[in-house]
């Protein structure tokens, strides 16, 4: 057989142990199971008890507990212990009468609720469909900003002083690229906030593609996110502690106070009055008011002091050193095209990093209000460094084209620009409201909204940290090439 041949055939049996294979786990992480063998004959006997979970209804997101109606309960009523991130989801365990004596394995006992899942096979090739397309896309951006740029930054290094007075383009505002911004202190705040959102997510995630935040473990997934976003808050007082330094910012105080309070502050009013429309309703979801004390609790009992604390190292480093120095007069900036204006800049911006995770927004979204289950955390994992290469490109793309139409108002703009995706996951999740749901009543409309403002606004921080320090970062390099008097 020729080497061709050989070689061809390995890559078929790659392909195909590649498409077989739906998850993988960590040594000691595999499902194992346990039974007692009967002496005599050698079968498997074992009992295992059902547990049963909350009542949901597809009209509905107000949940209520098992035993609300007139179902078969349990003689002896037992309440497993739920961690924080099954109570903050609602989740209400309880015992059953029911006993199963199924020879239904432990090991296989979720295999028929992912068998039954709706779509799963088109799943999977639409998002690698998806991701290949995003890949060639962030390749054409990247092959196009090295190519254009190496142009440019030779050209202005060979033209004379003279010559470049009569040039137009993103040296001509390096006199004013780093002016700071107008309210510095909030853009620093929100940045702050996104360092912490972004640390978090990706800790989360790395853990869940390697098996540790499995489904079956119910609650771990969002308990893990609360205990990290506690325990990050140095990097949050350290980055925005810095920023505002490197504005010129005096009021570090209130700085400091803001990034601590604010953001989580509006997060948990929205939470708090969605838990009062719950308790009214008389809903097994409500949050008890001691769990609401405990997070109170980790927020300024933790996640606040240690916000303080990456404040003060972040105040004690020196001032970010810029490649060029700013000028006293600021320049005026020449009439803009159409294209190069803040509002359709920021609009377009947005389009192409919803573009790549709209798929599995669909999917997470039917997790959440449809009640499926939501397992395949590779793929999302794959679709969260997308949507990082994806916000950053676009940012930079962008604060180019600004840059060269010597617009150097890019602080905020590159925050707000790739920031807009949480629009457009808004206007999404409106239409999968009317289009996917049946839900009725005032109060389960009012929910949904209400905990989609907490998604978007957590997805504004997240999506514009990226575009912000990816900008920055450009910014920052391009300027220090450049030959300046």
């Known amino acids: 057989m020729k080497p061709l041949d050989l070689w061809f055939r390995f890559i078929c049996s790659l392909s195909v142990i590649f498409l077989s294979v739906s998850g993988f786990y960590l040594p000691g992480l595999?499902?194992?199971?346990?039974?007692?063998?009967?002496?005599?004959?050698?079968?498997?006997?074992?009992?295992?008890?059902?547990?049963?979970?909350?009542?949901?209804?597809?009209?509905?997101?107000?949940?209520?507990?098992?035993?609300?109606?007139?179902?078969?309960?349990?003689?002896?009523?037992?309440?497993?212990?739920?961690?924080?991130?099954?109570?903050?989801?609602?989740?209400?365990?309880?015992?059953?009468?029911?006993?199963?004596?199924?020879?239904?394995?432990?090991?296989?006992?979720?295999?028929?609720?992912?068998?039954s899942m709706p779509h799963t096979n088109i799943q999977w090739f639409s998002i690698m469909n998806s991701l290949v397309i995003v890949l060639f896309l962030s390749g054409m951006v990247a092959m196009i900003m090295l190519r254009t740029l190496h142009k440019d930054i030779a050209r202005y290094n060979q033209v004379d002083q003279e010559d470049a007075q009569e040039e137009s383009g993103w040296k001509q505002v390096h006199g004013d690229v780093f002016r700071p911004p107008q309210k510095g202190m909030l853009l620093s705040v929100f940045l702050g906030q996104g360092t912490q959102i972004f640390i978090m997510t990706f800790i989360t995630l790395f853990l869940a593609c390697l098996g540790f935040l499995s489904p079956?473990?119910?609650?771990?997934?969002?308990?893990?996110?609360?205990?990290?976003?506690?325990?990050?808050?140095?990097?949050?007082?350290?980055?925005?502690a810095r920023l505002y330094k490197s504005f010129g910012g005096e009021k570090w105080k209130t700085s400091v106070f803001l990034t601590a309070l604010l953001c989580p502050g509006i997060v948990f009013a929205d939470f708090f009055l969605m838990n009062l429309i719950l308790w009214v309703e008389g809903s097994s979801a409500a949050i008890p008011f001691g769990t609401l004390v405990a997070v109170l609790g980790l927020w300024f009992g933790i996640s606040v002091p240690l916000t303080f604390v990456g404040a003060y190292f972040g105040f004690k480093k020196p001032v970010i050193e810029h490649p060029v120095r700013t000028n006293q007069i600021p320049r005026q900036i020449p009439e803009q095209s159409f294209f190069t204006k803040p509002v359709p800049g920021i609009i377009m911006g947005g389009i192409l990093p919803f573009g790549c995770i709209f798929i599995q927004l669909f999917f997470i979204l039917n997790s959440i209000w449809s009640h499926q289950m939501y397992y395949m955390f590779g793929f999302l994992f794959l679709v969260f460094i997308i949507l990082?290469?994806?916000?950053?490109?676009?940012?930079?793309?962008?604060?180019?084209?600004?840059?060269?139409?010597?617009?150097?108002?890019?602080?905020?703009?590159?925050?707000?620009?790739?920031?807009?995706?949480?629009?457009?996951?808004?206007?999404?999740?409106?239409?999968?409201?009317?289009?996917?749901?049946q839900i009725q009543g005032a109060a389960s409309t009012i929910l949904y909204f209400g905990y989609t403002m907490i998604m978007v606004l957590i997805f504004f921080l997240f999506t514009g940290t990226i575009g912000f320090f990816a900008c920055f970062w450009f910014v920052h390099k391009i300027y220090s090439v450049v030959k300046v008097d």
């Open 388 to 437: 990082v290469i994806t916000c950053s490109e676009a940012t930079i793309l962008l604060c180019y084209f600004h840059l060269c139409a010597e617009d150097y108002h890019w602080w905020w703009r590159s925050f707000l620009t790739s920031g807009f995706t949480a629009v457009y996951l808004f206007v999404y999740a409106i239409h999968y409201f009317f289009s996917k749901l």
């Open 216 to 240: 079956a473990n119910r609650g771990a997934l969002m308990t893990c996110a609360v205990v990290l976003w506690v325990l990050l808050g140095t990097p949050a007082g350290y980055v925005s």
């Open 30 to 115: 595999a499902p194992v199971s346990f039974c007692e063998e009967d002496k005599k004959t050698g079968d498997c006997q074992s009992e295992i008890q059902l547990f049963v979970n909350r009542l949901d209804s597809v009209e509905s997101v107000l949940p209520y507990e098992y035993d609300v109606f007139d179902f078969c309960q349990d003689e002896e009523e037992k309440r497993p212990s739920e961690n924080l991130g099954q109570v903050l989801f609602g989740e209400r365990i309880e015992t059953s009468p029911y006993r199963s004596t199924d020879l239904i394995k432990w090991a296989s006992r979720w295999d028929y609720i992912l068998v």
